[in-house]
């Protein structure tokens, strides 16, 4: 066999900083829990180029923030408990390119409202029954927006940029279920319904 070529040299390094608060309470028939996130992350995506193969260097950065506040509730009614949560969420994405390719710094915002309800029945002693119906959302990843590109140049801006171009994907969901208990054995049974908007997905020959 002939000579083993040089391997391609990539380099990355990464900063991030966060914080988390939370609370939690029981008044009587009322829990309650509720809490705040934010997170600031940046990434370089660094390559240093091999000019044997035409593959030239780049240094690009990635930056993401992002902040979120929930609320979770339940209220026990006898044998039936009613319970819903709320999330708020917004997250920024912010690229700045390689130098020299005169493109300049793009950026994204989003922001989510995700809900749920939700309720528990015990019918007896050995029927538990349960639904619940909410809906969620996520904005895309870098490997999303970019088409799994680790460096936006010129020739890729026209097809990758804006940023608006990949939409987040929201799903609904409804279940119902039920648990049997037998002796100390129990079963859970559990249907749900699930529908995607704007679904990030794979396409072609592999999915």
Request: charged share 20%; glycine share 10%; aromatic share 12%.
């Given at each position: 066999s002939g000579?083993?070529?040089?391997?391609?040299?990539?380099?990355?390094s990464?900063?991030?900083?966060?914080?988390v608060?939370?609370a939690?309470?029981?008044?009587?028939?009322?829990?309650?829990d509720?809490?705040?996130?934010?997170m600031?992350?940046?990434k370089?995506?660094?390559f240093?180029?091999?000019?044997?193969?035409?593959?030239p260097?780049?240094?690009n950065?990635?930056?993401?923030?992002?902040?979120?506040?929930?609320?979770?509730?339940s209220?026990?009614?006898g044998e039936?408990?009613?319970?819903g949560?709320?999330q708020l969420?917004?997250a920024?994405?912010?690229?700045?390119?390689?130098?020299g390719?005169?493109?300049?710094?793009?950026?994204?915002?989003?922001?989510?409202?995700?809900?749920k309800?939700?309720?528990?029945?015990?019918?007896?002693?050995?029927?538990?029954?349960?639904?619940?119906y909410?809906?969620?959302?996520?904005?895309?990843?870098r490997?999303d927006l970019?088409?799994?590109a680790?460096?936006?140049?010129?020739?890729?801006?026209?097809?990758?940029?804006p940023l608006?171009?990949?939409?987040?994907e929201?799903?609904?969901?409804?279940?119902?279920?039920a648990?049997?208990?037998?002796?100390?054995?129990t079963?859970?049974?559990?249907?749900?319904n699930m529908?995607?908007?704007?679904?990030?997905?794979?396409t072609?020959?592999?999915?």
């Open positions: 000579p083993t070529a040089p391997a391609l040299r990539y380099n990355s990464s900063r991030w900083l966060g914080a608060a939370a939690h309470s029981v008044n009587g028939r009322l829990t309650f509720g809490g705040a996130h934010t600031a992350y940046s370089d995506h660094r240093d180029g091999r000019a044997d193969l035409g593959y260097a780049y240094w950065t990635s930056f993401k923030t992002e902040a979120s506040a929930f609320a979770k509730a209220y026990a009614l039936t408990t009613l319970f949560d709320l969420r917004t920024e994405f912010r690229y700045r390119p390689t130098e390719y005169g493109l300049d710094d793009v950026s994204e915002r989003w922001s989510f409202t995700n809900p309800v939700g309720i528990t029945m015990r019918a007896n002693d050995r029927v538990t029954l349960f639904a619940s909410g809906t969620t959302s996520r904005e895309p990843t490997s970019f088409a799994g680790d460096d936006v140049t010129p020739d890729d801006a026209p097809a990758l940029l608006d171009r990949v939409k987040p929201h799903v609904t969901d409804l279940e119902l279920g648990s049997l208990t037998f002796g100390r054995a079963v859970t049974i559990n249907g749900f529908g995607f908007g704007d679904e990030i997905a794979r072609g020959a592999t999915s």
